[in-house]
């Protein structure tokens, strides 16, 4: 059975960092893709950064060059570098992993949360920035 279990948010101020960790015990595809997902209070969730799993990345454009996702495959960890933070960051975070959404033939991975099955997802850590 796959788990995905969130860790590493809080509270920061504008500006700060946090580094978000999301452990996966249980997954044991070889090509997937995983990702970074939130929720702002009263807005749909969206998608943050993907990772497939050829190391190829892809971000959201209101936290590209802020944010960086990468993953230990030898500790079978998912993380999320967030740096510069804005209140608008504010949100739940979630992780997920899926091994059926990545492109045939582009080998890419989609950001749109809605692609990515629910089987496959973390109960969310909460991100709080103040301004």
């Known amino acids: 059975q796959v788990h995905l279990v969130e860790s590493g948010g809080g509270s920061v101020p504008a500006g700060g960092s946090l580094r978000l960790s999301c452990a996966v015990s249980g997954f044991t595809y070889s090509s997937y893709c995983m990702a970074w997902f939130r929720q702002a209070p009263g807005k749909e969730r969206e998608g943050v950064a993907v990772i497939s799993s050829d190391g190829s990345t892809r971000y959201a454009d209101s936290v590209k060059g802020r944010f960086t996702i990468s993953e230990d495959s030898v500790k079978n960890t998912l993380h999320l570098q967030m740096n510069s933070l804005k209140p608008e960051d504010t949100g739940h975070y979630y992780c997920?992993?899926?091994?059926?959404?990545?492109?045939?033939?582009?080998?890419?991975?989609?950001?749109?949360?809605?692609?990515?099955?629910?089987?496959?997802w973390g109960k969310g850590t909460l991100v709080t920035v103040s301004s």
């Open positions: 997920a992993a899926d091994p059926l959404v990545k492109d045939l033939y582009s080998g890419r991975c989609p950001i749109e949360p809605e692609r990515y099955g629910l089987d496959w």
